[in-house]
């Protein structure tokens, strides 16, 4: 549904978008992160024939974005990062503007009143935008991008300055778009793409490190082990048990666990898993082992994980130079 081939953006000297490609299928909902000035706006605004590329190719639905651009376009509904909103319309007169606009053939009425109540805003219709919350005009935005019922969502940073309530409000309405539409979800909040993405593609300095399925992408990183241990035992002696095992690298008591255990949480080094030593150990001094969970990587360190990688292959020279 979405196929980005090879793309490059320059500015002069600079390189904000460094020969990417990446293609989304139909259905899916993809999280497009990293972190500020990475090239995430950049991206959409050329896959969205907002701005031409250097080089490159995008492609909606087969149709190339530069070459033939009112087909890709008429399957495409943008969100930018700030809502192309008119603040002196109604909501109601704002909606027929757009309809207009992309010369939608679909019935009028029937046509707005779905999207209104697919996005909840039918009780503000009648307002003027500039008197509706952040939260509200943001609605509005998506509003106007699902008129004509294009097949493909582009949202950019579509949660930036709403409130803890309102991004929880964003983020359902997405995932229930994403049951009829392919989205594309630009964003540098981690917990969005946890929350709402089946994909997560991560890009920084203008290229991608990270392409996978969002279960899959702790595979992505090599490391440490951690687990959650609740274990029955004096905490001191416990602690210092467990730090003379051969490949945990940390130990941290955490609290009281179950059936008066204490929690601890335990690391160990690269490659090495310790959980037949753990045993054995604790078997020796008699202490009980109430439960052991393995803790896996949060999308967090995922993410802080594969940006040091790409900074790390940077000559420091070439970054200050960005």
């Not at 930036?160 to 049951?179: C, F, H």
């Not at 001094?285 to 990587?297: D, F, H, R, T």
């Amino acid at each position: 549904m979405i196929k980005i081939d090879h793309l490059v953006k320059r500015f002069g000297d600079k390189v904000a978008v460094d020969d990417i490609s990446f293609t989304v299928e139909k259905g899916e909902i993809v999280g497009f992160l990293g972190p500020n000035g990475a090239g995430k706006s950049t991206t959409m605004n050329m896959l969205t024939g907002y701005l031409s590329s250097t080089s490159g190719r995008a492609y909606i639905d087969g149709a190339e974005i530069l070459e033939d651009p009112i087909k890709a376009k008429k399957d495409i509904g943008f969100l930018p990062e700030l809502p192309p909103l008119y603040l002196d319309m109604t909501v109601n007169e704002y909606l027929d503007f757009v309809y207009d606009l992309k010369k939608c053939t679909l019935n009028r009425k029937k046509h707005l009143d779905e999207i209104c109540e697919v996005v909840r805003i039918t009780d503000v219709r009648k307002r003027l935008i500039k008197h509706l919350s952040k939260g509200y005009r943001q609605r509005v935005g998506i509003a106007q991008a699902l008129v004509g019922n294009p097949k493909v969502l582009i949202f950019d940073e579509p949660t930036v300055g709403l409130d803890p309530k309102q991004i929880i409000e964003i983020r359902s309405l997405i995932s229930t778009l994403g049951r009829d539409h392919t989205v594309i979800l630009s964003t540098h909040i981690l917990s969005e793409a946890q929350a709402v993405c089946d994909r997560i593609i991560i890009i920084n300095e203008g290229r991608i490190v990270a392409d996978e399925k969002r279960e899959n992408l702790t595979n992505l990183i090599k490391g440490e082990r951690r687990y959650s241990v609740d274990i029955c035992g004096p905490e001191k002696e416990v602690a210092s048990e467990l730090k003379k095992i051969n490949g945990i690298s940390k130990v941290e008591a955490e609290g009281r666990g179950d059936l008066d255990s204490v929690r601890f949480t335990v690391e160990s080094e690269p490659g090495v898993d310790i959980r037949k030593s753990l045993f054995y150990s604790l078997s020796r001094n008699s202490w009980p082992l109430i439960s052991i969970e393995p803790l896996g990587a949060t999308l967090e360190d995922i993410f802080i994980s594969l940006v040091d990688k790409k900074d790390a292959k940077t000559p420091s020279r070439q970054r200050n130079a960005r």
